[in-house]
T-cell receptor, first 113, second 113 residues
């Protein structure tokens, strides 16, 4: 089975712009979670989507949003980018049962100038 | 609220020596606990997980961890370090059935020959 894929792998944007990141889960997985990884704050949970519905949400401002499509692929959007949004954004998929482990993708490295 | 503390941001061992990475958690309910490894420019890979079954959990690559409720600890060990073990290790906690992982700050393991 192919693993979790994320596109693009690297992205450079300027302050004030918006960005969309994409995640394709492992085939058959219905849950997709997003995490932000920075040197200062570490790994932080953004949100989780299951069957096209947001099932859980972390403590991030409304500029961070996401969605999930009927094929379980997910996108994450960040509007009005700030310098502090520079981070590695990781996507993880799981079958959907709440006790299943999460499988992580390689991440998208976002740099905001 | 749940939290994870990883003692020691950097641990150095010699090849063949014991690896011990420390993790303490705080949780108001019996948690699920995880150890992940991250190699440079890659996502996270699950090493092992505790989900309220056996307290001694064996994972991949010779790693194991023991859940000690009285000490609120879940330390990761490996009897003999290998050069390929050099990476960053993250301890994480979630409530049973929860989908949001709460991560520690990580411990970088260096292995010298």
């Amino acid at each position: 089975k192919a693993g979790v894929t994320q596109t693009p792998r690297y992205l450079i944007k300027t302050r004030g712009q918006q960005v969309t990141l994409s995640c394709s889960p492992i085939s058959g997985h219905r849950s997709v979670s997003w995490y932000q990884q920075t040197p200062g704050q570490g790994l932080q949970f953004l949100f989780e989507y299951f069957s096209e519905t947001q099932r859980n949400k972390g403590n991030f401002p409304g500029r961070f949003s996401g969605r999930q499509f009927s094929n379980s692929r997910s996108e994450m959007n960040v509007s009005t980018l700030e310098l502090g949004d520079s981070a590695l954004y990781l996507c993880a998929s799981s079958p959907g049962d709440r006790d299943n482990e999460q499988f992580f993708g390689p991440g998208t490295r976002l740099t905001v100038l | 609220a749940q939290s994870v503390t990883q003692l020691g941001s950097h641990v150095s061992v010699s090849e063949g020596a014991l690896v011990l990475l420390r993790c303490n958690y705080s949780s108001s309910v019996p948690p699920y606990l995880f150890w992940y490894v991250q190699y440079p420019n890659q996502g996270l890979q699950l090493l092992l997980k505790y989900t309220s079954a056996a307290t001694l959990v064996k994972g991949i690559n010779g790693f194991e961890a023991e859940f000690k409720k009285s000490e609120t600890s879940f330390h990761l060990t490996k009897p003999s370090a290998h050069m390929s073990d050099a990476a960053e290790y993250f301890c994480a906690v979630s409530p049973p059935g929860g989908t949001a992982l709460i991560f520690g700050k990580g411990t970088t393991l260096s292995v010298s020959s």
